[in-house]
């Protein structure tokens, strides 16, 4: 059965952090140069939480605050949700779906931080899946060109 370490294979283990003292428009910032969602907040190399675009727009910017004097720390999600790269795609899947959220941090059995997967991650590895069976059943019915 397909697992987590099949997508990290795929996408890389790439992690993008922030101490929590971030200020929200500097986490902002480095969300938009590498074109990402999420930055996950560490402390000591211990997750703390996440903060996302979902974050920063309903627990900054609709609420008023300053993202330039906001830390990262004060509106980030620290109840996280989190898999190992042993987790099936379909309880991850399930996951995003019940729980709501759209990023996963990896987390070994020894605690390491080992990536982070999304949802989009997800839905692009079903994709394949599904463009090569399409190419299966088309060449199966109308024969190899």
Request: net charge negative.
């Amino acid at each position: 059965m397909p697992n987590v370490q099949l997508l990290l294979d795929r996408k890389g283990n790439k992690v993008h952090s922030v101490p929590p003292e971030t200020t929200v428009d500097r986490a902002a910032e480095i969300m938009n140069e590498h074109n990402i969602g999420s930055l996950l907040v560490v402390d000591d190399e211990n997750l703390k939480g996440i903060i996302t675009e979902r974050d920063i727009l309903r627990k900054v910017i609709a609420a008023g605050r300053k993202p330039e004097t906001t830390s990262v720390k004060s509106v980030m999600t620290d109840n996280l949700w989190t898999c190992t790269p042993e987790t099936s795609l379909e309880d991850i899947s399930d996951i995003f779906k019940d729980r709501r959220v759209r990023h996963l941090p990896v987390v070994t059995d020894a605690g390491e931080l080992a990536g982070v997967i999304s949802i989009g991650d997800l839905n692009a590895f079903r994709l394949e899946g599904q463009a090569v069976m399409i190419e299966y059943l088309h060449q199966y019915i109308h024969g190899a060109a």
